[in-house]
Every structure is written in C-alpha cells, then in structure tokens.
C-alpha cells in the first residue's frame, strides 16, 4: 500500500507541478510564433506570484488577487513589447532587464509593504484556490482496481485552474491552426513582410500575442503564490520561466508537444522531492544536489538535439523594420 | 525616417546617450524608492556619501569594482562575436574551484605570489571550461547559448553546493565552506596605493586583485582591436555572413571567445576568495556576474566604458549598503532594480532617446552653419 502511495503522490505532483509550466510555456509559445522572443518569463512568473500574493493578501479575495497577477504580468509584457516591437530593441537584452526588475523590485516593495523579509503574510482560505474541485463520480468510480484509482486520485480533485491550463493546450491548438488569428501569427513568425504586403499590421499582431502571453503568465504566478502555497516567497518561480521557455523549445512550438515536455518536467520535479535521500537500487543515493540540477541538465540534453531538432519560427528574435 | 540610425559625434555617441539613459534608468529607481516610503534624495546622498565619503568607503567601492571589471569584460568578449553570455555568473562561480585548489594545496608550502599565479591560471581553466560546454553546444549543435548559459548557471549552483559540501568542508565541520587559507593563500591589500591619495583604506577588502582587473581591461583592448583574432571575433558578431565569405571558420571562433569570456570570468572568483574571504564559501559571486551585462551594455563593450561603469556599481554595491543600513524599508535588491533599469535603458531602449537628441543636433548645426552645410543632411 505504502508504495501505491507513493505513485499517487509522485503522479498528484507532476499535475500540479506541470501546470505553471504550461501557461508559461503556452505565453512563450504565443509570442515566439508571432517573432518575439521572450526570456522575461521568469521574472512576469515572479512579478505575477507576487502582485496575486499581495492583492490576495490586502483584499481578502482571490479573484481579486488574480486579476492582481494578470494585470502585473500584462504590464511587464508591455513594456517588453514596447522595447522589442516599437522600439526594435534587443529581445533577450529586454527580457533579461525584466527578469532583474522583478527579481529586485519583488523584494523592495514586498518588505516596504508587509516588513516580513520579503514575503507576503500566509494568506487566508478565502483569499487563495483553497477548493479543489472534484471530477463527476469520482467518489463512485473510486472502487474500480487502477483506472478507478487513477481517475478518482490522481486526476481528481485539483484547482479549477489547473484544469483550465491542461484546456488551454487544446484550445491554443485550435486558435493557432483553425482561426485567421492563429493563421496570421504562425505568418508574422515566419515572415512578417509577407504579412505586412498583404495588409495586416504586423505590430499589431505582435503585441496582441504579447500581451496574451501576460495573461497565461499573470495565471501561471498566481498559481504558484495562491495554489500551491499560501503567500510569496522571495524569489519563489526559483527557475520556472527557463524551464518553461525550455520545455517550449523542446516542443518545437507545438501545442500539443507542450502538454508532454511539461509533465516531463513536472514528473522530475515531483519525483526528485520523493527520492530525495532515498537509496535507488543498483545506483545507491543521488546526491540532492543533482536531484536538484536534473531538469536543467536534461534541458541541456535535449537542447543539443540528440533526441531531436529545434526549429524555432523563422522570425523570431528579429524586430521588424518597415522599409528595408 | 533613417533618423534613429544617423551618425552623431562621438562625445554624443559614446558619452551623451549612455548618461541620459542612466539619468533615466536613475530617476525610475528614485520612484520605486518613493514607492517604498523613503526620500529618494536622502537616499541618493547616502549612496554616494557611503561610497566616496571615506577611505574605507572608497576601498570597498573600488573592491566590488574589480568584480564588476572581470564580469563586465567577460560579456563584452561574447557580445563583440554576437554572443550573449549570460552565463558568467556560474563560470565565475564555478572558476572558484581554481582558486580553492590551488590555495588550499600551496597555501603552507609556496608565497602569495606563485599562488597567485597559480589561482590565476586555475580559475581561468575552470571558468573557461564551463563556458565550453554551451560554446560547444551553440557552434556545432545549434543551441541558443542564452539558454544553455542559464541552464549552466542553476547546474553550477548544485555542483557547487555539492563540491562545498563533499569536497572542501573539512571533516566535523557544518558549515559547506573550506578552512581559511595560510599566509601563502591570502592577497596583499592595496593600502598604499589609496595611501598615495591621502586615504585611509581602513577595513576594506581592496586588493591587488584590482590592478589584475586594470591589466585585462588594457588585454581585452588589445585583443579586440589591436589583434588579428580580435578582428575576426567583431567581423563574425558585425555579420556573420560577411565572416564567411572572408574565410573565418565561424565554429572556431564561438569557441574560442567563449573560452576567452569564461576565463575572464572565473578570474572575479580571485577577488574575494583570495583577496578577502581567504576561504571557498558559498555563493561568493553574489550577482556580480549579472552585474556585468549591465556593465558592459553601458559601458559600450569598451575596456573604458567598462572600467568606468563597473566603478559606478561598485559605487551602487558599497552605497547601497549604506542606504540599508539608514533605511529599513530598502535592502540592497534596490541594486538589483537598478541594474534591471540600466539594462533595459543602456540596452533594449538605447534608442528611445536618440531621435530627439540627433534632432536636437540638426537643429544646431543648422543654426550655426545654414549657409555652410547642406539643410536636410
């Protein structure tokens, strides 16, 4: 028995674990199609967690503590628009700044108003996902042997977001490939002239998809500092963003790969905090520290395409210049 | 409107432009300071009265300087190939092991000096190889080495948390630190030069460490524009294209100014494990490898620029300090703001304010000399 528990446990974590990934990700994913590359992930994932947390925390309401992150996330995709799509900045050089004035500004503001080392006070039940929402007959399906455990105790009972960010793969599958809006950003990812000779505004699109991604990143914040854990702590994403921009690499920009690179990652994730300390047979104790260092080594890995090739849309890391 | 791109004078250029986009970067930092209930002007005073107020004040400045040097000349070397090496802050880490090495096994046998040699050389391996991996990775397998640099970076933490722990702690002890190194492992401190200016360098960790900083800042010239490898590095970062039609093997190059940039890196590990921690403990690099995107993005990858600059946050490093110290509301992440807000003006809006200022010159010349110059150039 104690061993089906540990299955549940490790299979219960990698959903949880898997669902930042995922919108942060699927924000990658939008704004990359449409040729804006953005490595200012981490830091909207960090600014989100705490704008939710703080709001959260001073109004008591968790929907108002969303709307919190989203609007924060949105506002750093902003500017980060403004420097890569207006101003034809560096992308990486703007995300990087983004990442430094969330990792910094998290801190300051934080102990300026909550004087507790940086973090937000625990929130109350009422102000964060305290509900978890339990799928139909879960209770009934229970007793069947595997399927019944699995549907009742590992896909059963999460937040309502989480179920929310496992749609939206789906959903960003149909936008990308049915819609004209879906069809327009895949152009202005790969060849933005094209697109604007035809008449469509191509800053226009741009910033509609980054501005999209700041709400699937504002989500993905409020997340980790009101599902997950009650609060912010300081510099909690703890990485988050890299290993969703990676995971998004590794999934070559399609939706549906995202879902799988995800809960790879969750599933290490999750696995790594169960063997922590744990001998393996045949291999003896991993060190903690390798535990630790897993994902980012496998993102290398994969990264250098020995399991396949990377083939990022074709424009993007580019600003757009009009008149060439 | 090819005006963003038009040609200013040089003073404008390499001078003007990086001012206005600190005052910027400076006045937005003064908001988030208001923002936390605190007198923003006080606060500018503390900073550089703490920095440039005393001796020791001064020493501790120019102590971070020499980190900021190293970390700032390692982007600098990426970024002239079109490299974007986000990654110093682990080969410096990383390039502590060097320096541990070799001071723990000398420190009763040789002088500082031989030592010193030896540290030199072995955080520049250390911090060279770290960067060869992703170097590798981004000529012959094409990984985007901003990413495999980061990677890199959260790799080098768990190495090295492991290495402390496994490695260097001596037996019975807690703390995931090594001894404290002999004589032999510790740097002379640079109180007669400050002694020159009349200062006091008091408590201060300003070592000779600096002057190494000084002499790879004057290197690093050379080798950029005074060297044929050099050449080809800004050819390759100016056009790829161009650098293979001339016949620069593209591959060779990444690789070597990423072992170049690396090895500049694991120098900063010298400072403050020889020059002041005189033992390997853990994260000693505290952010001075990120530091230095914004050093030389503001210093305009330029030896000066950079040397200038990385005295500027060493200034932000020792004031800021003060600041906590006088106001409990801002801890020293004020820097880590600041430097977000230099980047992103130095770096991905450094052109937002140049159309009004080559305006603002065209009006000039126009005015002085209508009847000299061409209107409408």
Redesign the interface.
Known sequence: MGNIDIYVSVLQGTIRNSVPLILTALAGLYAERSGVVD?GLEGKLLAAAFAGASAAAYTGSAPLGLLAAVLCAVAFSA?HGY??IS????????G??????????T???G??WFNMA?RTPSLAADAKFSDAWGLPFADSLAGIPVLGEIYSRILSGHYWLTYFAYALIPITWWVLYRTRFGLRLRAVGENPGAVDTAGISVVRLRYQAVLLGGVFVGLAGAFLSMAVSSGFTKGMSA?KG?IA??AL?FANWKPKNILFTCLLFGFLDALSINLQGKAIPLVGEI?V??W??LP??L??VL???FIGK?IPPKASGTPYVK?R | ?SAPFAKLPNWAEYGLIPVVNLVVAFLISGL?VV???ENPLKAAYLMVSGAFGSGEGIGYTLYYATNFIFAGLAVAVAFHAGL?N?GVEGQAYVGGIGVAVAALTFDATLPWYLIFVLAIIGSMVMGALWAL?PAW?QAY????I???T???N??S???M??ML??VFKPLGSMAPQSRTFGPGGELPKLDWLLAIFGLDNGNSPFNLTFLLALLAAFLVWVLIWRSRLGYEIRTLGFSPGAARYAGIYEKRIIIVTMLISGGLAGLLAINSIMGDQHRIQQEFVSGAG?VG?AVA?MGRSHPIGIVLASVLFGMLYQGGAEIAFDMP???R?????????V??FA??????FRPSIVAAFARMRSGSAASTVTTGA
């Open positions: 490595i500017v420097a890569s101003q034809r900045g560096d992308q990486i050089v703007s990087t700044a983004l990442n430094f004035i969330a990792i910094g500004g801190v300051i503001i102990q300026a940086g990485g890299y921009l990676a690499v060190p520290q390798l630790t260092a980012y080594i993102t290398v990264l250098a395409g990377a008149e | 409107m988030v923002f936390a209930g974007f986000i991996i990775l397998r094409g990984s985007h901003v990413i495999t980061i990677m890199f959260y790799i933490y768990s190495l948390l492991w722990n496994k990120f995107i993005l509301n801002i801890s992440d004020m820097i880590v703001v600041i430097q977000g807000l980047i992103l770096g991905a809006l450094e052109h937002l």
